[in-house]
């Protein structure tokens, strides 16, 4: 069970969406979304989105039937207590191989834009490192630390993607609504990389006072996500041309890079977008990180997460460095993105939730409070 001081409110449940689903694959999203569904990727992906808060919806549903218990502990209840550690150890996996694929990708791209003649091995330990501290601090650090960085991450990224607003060509948008089917046929397997994230309400739901009241901020989450995204397809199709954007490894990071605002004394916007960057990409790996030791902890059964935090640096560490390049780590995240993603955003949740409604497990009486 959760302590009373282990309290997030919908507030920073909402940031814990946002702050989550929107780390380093951001600067590479452009690319798949269009390379998919060409001058229509953005209306592809805002529909996609909508659909999202529906399988979120259905996410808080199961979670509102165990209140103040998370994914570790109410699947044992509702699939036993040996088969629950199997499911939650896979889970923890999935989570950690995540985690490292998102400090992978940062750093590779800091290292091309920021940071060249830094050992890759440097900017992941230390980005790793800076973590633990936070993740230490419990639930309640998370929370914070994710509504205190939103409005320094988006605020000045707003204000940059603003800047090269002279540089877009709105009639590159078109044609529009052309073999609609077969882009959104098409754009499915990217979209749990996308929306990456809705898994982990599984956890954080479960540290709520009234989990119940977790679909509306889940709800303006995910609206704002997906808005994010929108916009970014946007800018890169009418910024390059929907025939163009495919050419780029990072479309959006090429985008800022080709702001030129006259008397500005920054030449490069690029590498202060990374450096704001680097805030949500922390936050990404705090979420995922907090649930790895805390999840593990009650597997095998110890009151406390904090012991396994800084062992958990080794494995996210060794994990991250397995990719030979930058090509690799894309291939190895497709595989998972694809077909392993899927199964923990949408399959596990519906599945438990079906199990939960027939077997009348948990307090269904909750959801109406």
Same mark, same amino acid.
């Given at each position: 069970?959760?302590?009373?001081?282990?309290?997030?409110?919908?507030?920073?449940?909402?940031?814990?969406?946002?702050?989550?689903?929107?780390?380093?694959?951001?600067?590479?999203?452009?690319?798949?979304?269009?390379?998919?569904? $060409?001058?229509?990727?953005?209306?592809?992906?805002?529909?996609? $989105?909508?659909?999202?808060?529906?399988?979120?919806?259905?996410?808080?549903?199961?979670?509102?039937?165990?209140?103040?218990?998370?994914?570790?502990?109410?699947?044992?209840?509702?699939?036993?207590?040996?088969?629950?550690?199997?499911? *939650?150890?896979?889970?923890?996996?999935?989570?950690?191989?995540?985690?490292?694929?998102?400090?992978?990708?940062?750093?590779?791209?800091?290292?091309?834009?920021?940071?060249?003649?830094?050992? *890759?091995?440097?900017?992941? @330990?230390?980005?790793?490192?800076?973590?633990?501290?936070?993740?230490?601090?419990?639930?309640?650090?998370?929370?914070?630390?994710?509504?205190?960085?939103?409005?320094?991450?988006?605020?000045?990224?707003?204000?940059?993607?603003?800047?090269?607003?002279?540089?877009?060509?709105?009639?590159?948008?078109?044609?529009?609504?052309?073999?609609?089917?077969?882009?959104?046929?098409?754009?499915?397997?990217?979209?749990?990389?996308?929306?990456?994230?809705?898994?982990?309400?599984?956890?954080?739901?479960?540290?709520?006072?009234?989990?119940?009241?977790? #679909?509306?901020?889940?709800?303006?989450?995910?609206?704002?996500?997906?808005?994010?995204?929108? @916009?970014?397809?946007?800018? $890169?199709?009418?910024?390059?041309?929907?025939?163009?954007?495919?050419?780029?490894?990072?479309?959006?990071?090429?985008?800022?890079?080709?702001?030129?605002?006259?008397?500005?004394?920054?030449?490069?916007?690029?590498?202060?977008?990374?450096?704001?960057?680097?805030?949500?990409?922390?936050?990404?790996?705090?979420?995922?990180?907090?649930?790895?030791?805390?999840?593990?902890?009650?597997?095998? $059964?110890?009151?406390?997460?904090?012991?396994?935090?800084?062992?958990?640096?080794?494995?996210?560490?060794?994990?991250?460095?397995?990719?030979?390049?930058?090509?690799?780590? #894309?291939?190895?995240?497709?595989?998972?993105?694809?077909?392993?993603?899927?199964?923990?955003?949408?399959?596990?949740?519906?599945?438990?939730?079906?199990?939960?409604?027939?077997?009348?497990?948990?307090?269904?009486?909750?959801?109406?409070?």
């Amino acid at each position: 069970m959760i302590k009373n001081n282990d309290i997030i409110s919908p507030y920073q449940i909402s940031m814990i969406v946002i702050m989550t689903m929107i780390g380093a694959s951001a600067f590479h999203f452009v690319h798949d979304a269009v390379a998919r569904s $060409g001058n229509d990727g953005w209306i592809v992906v805002g529909i996609y $989105g909508l659909l999202n808060i529906v399988a979120a919806w259905l996410l808080i549903s199961l979670n509102v039937r165990f209140p103040g218990k998370t994914f570790p502990e109410y699947i044992q209840e509702i699939i036993g207590v040996i088969p629950g550690k199997i499911v *939650t150890i896979i889970f923890i996996a999935y989570i950690a191989i995540i985690t490292a694929y998102e400090v992978r990708e940062f750093t590779e791209v800091a290292k091309m834009f920021l940071l060249p003649r830094t050992p *890759t091995e440097i900017i992941m @330990l230390t980005l790793i490192l800076t973590c633990v501290y936070v993740v230490r601090g419990g639930v309640e650090c998370v929370g914070r630390i994710v509504e205190i960085t939103f409005p320094l991450v988006f605020i000045p990224f707003f204000l940059i993607l603003l800047a090269g607003i002279t540089n877009l060509e709105l009639t590159n948008i078109f044609p529009l609504f052309r073999d609609m089917p077969n882009k959104f046929i098409n754009m499915a397997p990217d979209i749990p990389h996308a929306f990456f994230g809705i898994e982990y309400l599984l956890f954080y739901i479960g540290f709520m006072g009234k989990p119940q009241k977790a #679909y509306k901020p889940v709800t303006l989450g995910l609206l704002f996500v997906t808005g994010f995204y929108v @916009l970014i397809t946007f800018i $890169g199709i009418t910024a390059f041309g929907a025939d163009a954007v495919p050419k780029y490894i990072w479309p959006l990071l090429s985008y800022i890079r080709d702001i030129n605002i006259p008397g500005l004394f920054l030449e490069r916007l690029d590498g202060v977008a990374l450096a704001i960057w680097v805030i949500t990409v922390f936050t990404t790996i705090i979420t995922g990180y907090f649930i790895i030791s805390y999840s593990f902890s009650k597997v095998i $059964g110890t009151k406390e997460h904090k012991q396994y935090v800084l062992p958990m640096v080794t494995v996210i560490f060794y994990l991250a460095l397995q990719p030979d390049g930058l090509a690799q780590l #894309y291939d190895w995240g497709n595989i998972m993105f694809k077909y392993v993603s899927g199964v923990f955003m949408y399959l596990l949740p519906i599945l438990l939730l079906i199990i939960t409604v027939i077997g009348k497990r948990g307090g269904s009486r909750n959801e109406k409070a």
